[in-house]
């Protein structure tokens, strides 16, 4: 009898090693739960070992590839310890490494990218560095999650054979941060760039002025940020960028494929900068510094000329920091503007924007104005409005508030956030699309997906993390992914796989309970 119980030891134990050795397979392919999920994926059984053997090679011409390599070693050495050289290389013939090519694909876009992992060598390639860029958060969410570590961890480098080919649905996908109304130091933004990257966005929205706060250094008006500056919800202490500052934040932004777009909202929304400058008030009486969190209160006086060459002024200064294309004029909320007067403002405000070579952006009241060729009208809350944009041939930035506002809470029971437009939970926020969401606005009307994060009840980055996830890799992938087969049932099991890559990354996230997390 015992012989059996011996015999029958044996062969269970190798059926459980070799679906061991399989379940390792496979759970490195599982392991990918790629947020947002690519066009293409398909697995080729194969696995990839990176090891301290293993190089970072430049194919070809390098046209940008070189600093994307530097990257990629950047964010591998901390947890794998690895030298990991980069350098050119005129073939891929040596087994065991990683090659990176700028490659005259441009079906690829400029930023899509074709990444093929083999036993042997990966390779990723694309049309511009942009797709490269994005190629490299692909191959980081391929690797164990110890990948992430900020120190050394003794595991196997493991890639799973797959070949991809990806590139986005929307050529903007960003997001908001608001800065005025509680002040975000370089620290904080550049963290937010990071965590925006890892998600393959490509515009960040700075909202640099308002009520409570002026943010931004203008040289010709000190005191917008001396005095305008100097507090915040709550009667905090505030604070500002100096125009040094700005200039290193938008650098590592654009190191990371991110353009940002700075915001000065107008005519309503000032009383920061009213509060700075009696001039720029039609009794010429200064405003008290504001530290609640009203809106609809403040407006700029429209009929005076000293108004405009303060705007001028500014958006000059600013368009000297910006190297993108865009300047977000605001449009929001002039409750305290007449609407006879909102509209001729609006309008010099976009030959402003126009004069300094930029393209303009505005919240959807901007309709209201006749837009200027390119005018961007970033929907939020009224329909209406947006469509009027799209029946003059503008382009809309979808951030509608009862999706996409990152500031509203996840239920009643969320200690940060608002609720004036939705509660909005992680299926909630995930489950829209865009391009039917508003009848009248379709997907040749969209330029792009943006969730925006007010900052009237949040001050730390924690808070921010509480608040942005883990509802912002859903709005990444909703931005690039296509929009055939998305699904809640299906996108819900990779965020809970992803949980412990959120978790290695340090982000503070909402343990949602609609979301079957694994640890
Ligand atoms: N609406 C205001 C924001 C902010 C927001 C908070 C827009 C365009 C409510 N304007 O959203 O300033 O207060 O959820």
Redesign the pocket.
Known sequence: MRLQYLLLFIFVSSIGITSCKNNSETALIDAANLIPKPVSVTSNGEAFEITDATSIYILGEPQGATEIGQYLAEKLRPATGFKLAVSNAADNAKPGNIYLEIKADSTLGNEGYELHVSKDKITLSAYKPAGLFHGVQTIRQLLPVAIESPSVQQTSWKIAGTDIRDYPLYHLRGSML?VARHFFGPNDVKRYIDLLAYYKINLLHLHLS?DQGWRIEIKSWPNLTTHGGSTQVGGGKGGFYTQEEYKDLVKYAADRFITIVPEIDMPG?TNAALASYPELNCNDTATQLYIG?E?GFSSFCTKKDITYKFIDDVLRELTALTPGPYLHIGG??SHATKKEDYIPFMSKVQEIVKKYGKTAIG?DEIALTTLQPGTIAQF??DSANSKEAVRQGAKIMMSP?NKA?M??QYDSTSKFG?H??AYIEVDSAYSWNPATLVNGIGFENIAGVEA?L?S?TISKMDDIEYLMFPRFPGYAEIAWSPEKGRGWDEYKVRLGKHGSRMKAMGIDFYKSAKVPWVE
């Open positions: 608001d308002d929304h969190i809106v929001d909320e919240w939020w809350a508030a506002y500031d509203m608002l004036w437009a925006p007010w009237e």
